[in-house]
Nanobody, 123 residues
Framework: VQLQASGGGLVQAGGSLRLSCAASGITRSTYVIGWFRQAPGKEREFVAA????????SYADSVKGRFTISRDNAKNIMYLQLNSLKPEDTAVYYC?????????????????WGQGTLVTVSS
């Protein structure tokens, strides 16, 4: 499995970005896609997840109402729309796959990871 995250960049507070995660080599039909982030000096934290059907989503409280996760199964691409960005959203954002039907938030449960894309929000 290969995951390629992209779309990060520098944006002012209040701005928006859309992150993409292109997946290839997925061998199972049921899985969960998650987005995580890691700020300098901090642990990797859960941001959002979406089920393999796209019908179930989960968000961290810190991003609820501002970020939206979605997926295009036909293209094997997952998205994370980031709106109303704050300086505290600055981090490297990672997409990951968990071969399960459960919406899990702990990074250790996820089987495959992309390389990350940097989001920097200036005040």
């Amino acid at each position: 499995v290969q995951l390629q995250a992209s779309g990060g960049g520098l944006v002012q507070a209040g701005g928006s970005l859309r992150l993409s995660c292109a997946a290839s080599g997925i061998t199972r039909s049921t899985y969960v896609i998650g987005w995580f982030r890691q700020a300098p000096g901090k642990e990797r934290e859960f941001v959002a997840a979406i089920s393999w059907t796209g019908g179930t989503t989960s968000y961290a409280d810190s991003v609820k109402g501002r970020f939206t996760i979605s997926r295009d199964n036909a293209k094997n691409i997952m998205y994370l729309q980031l709106n109303s960005l704050k300086p505290e959203d600055t981090a490297v954002y990672y997409c990951a796959i968990d071969y399960t039907t459960m919406m899990r938030t702990r990074p250790s449960f996820y089987d495959y990871w992309g390389q990350g894309t940097l989001v920097t929000v200036s005040s």
